[in-house]
Nanobody
């Protein structure tokens, strides 16, 4: 069992930056893939970025490549999403997610159904 808690959301101007944090507690994360998803009102939950806990391999959706960076601190059991050059979009809730067998699966990182645990989310609003 893993518990996830996000923080760091808020209101930022277009072109600005935010860093989201996800605190993980509970089981060891050695076999896990951690990810960030986002959901705008009335829309589905979309993949943003993922990282394999034990080797740091990352994946990004095309729209955030070069602007977002996912990272983890294995000693603190934290996952981060550094978001730069934010674009004015609908407000979205960003969710931290954990796939307990992610290290064994090369793809599928963008599939929300693969993830076993979710945080409650943190809201990000980018103003124009």
């Amino acid at each position: 069992q893993v518990h996830l808690m996000e923080s760091g959301g808020g209101l930022v101007q277009a072109g600005g930056s935010l860093r989201l944090s996800c605190a993980a507690s509970g089981s060891s994360l050695d076999s896990y893939r951690m990810a960030w998803f986002r959901r705008a009102p009335g829309k589905r939950r979309d993949f943003a970025a993922s990282i394999i806990w034990n080797n740091g391999i990352t994946h990004y959706t095309d729209s955030v490549k070069g602007r977002f960076t996912i990272s983890r601190d294995t000693t603190k059991k934290m996952v981060y999403l550094q978001m730069n050059r934010l674009k004015p979009e609908q407000p979205a809730v960003y969710y931290c997610a954990a796939d307990r067998s992610g290290v064994f699966v090369a793809d599928g990182y963008g599939n929300a159904a693969r993830y076993d645990y979710w945080g409650r989310g943190t809201q990000v609003t980018v103003s124009s």
